[in-house]
């Protein structure tokens, strides 16, 4: 089983990245997955989830209405759109799966595995 975690850069205040959750050797429709952010310094924070059978998704506050979570089931991909980024939207991206588990919870321990991370650096 492995997570492959893209699309991570560096962008202005105000732009947009899209990153990109692909999945290998397990199928992601059944599993409830997340991104997650680590900033230097802080804990690791759940930036958004999405569950598997009604696509249901949850954000964080500080990120409601700039990023959008969404599932490619036929590319086994989850992707995080990223819009409006702003300096603290600056971290390390990981994504994370709960095996066929519908459902989203709120902390890492709870994931049962993870992408290897994407940085995501917003900066003028």
């Known amino acids: 089983v492995q997570l492959q975690a893209s699309g991570g850069g560096l962008v202005q205040p105000g732009g947009s990245l899209r990153l990109s959750c692909a999945a290998s050797g397990v199928t992601l429709d059944d599993d409830a997955v997340a991104w997650f952010r680590q900033a230097p310094g802080k804990r690791r924070e759940r930036v958004s989830c999405i569950t598997t059978s009604d696509h249901s998704t949850s954000y964080a506050d500080s990120v409601m209405g700039r990023f959008t979570i969404s599932r490619d089931n036929p590319r086994n991909t989850v992707y995080l759109h990223m819009n409006n980024l702003k300096f603290e939207d600056t971290a390390v991206y990981y994504c994370?799966?709960?095996?066929?588990?519908?459902?989203?919870?709120?902390?890492?321990?709870?994931?049962?595995?993870w992408g290897q991370g994407t940085l995501v650096t917003v900066s003028s």
């Open positions: 994370a799966a709960r095996l066929r588990a519908q459902h989203c919870r709120s902390y890492t321990h709870e994931y049962d595995y």
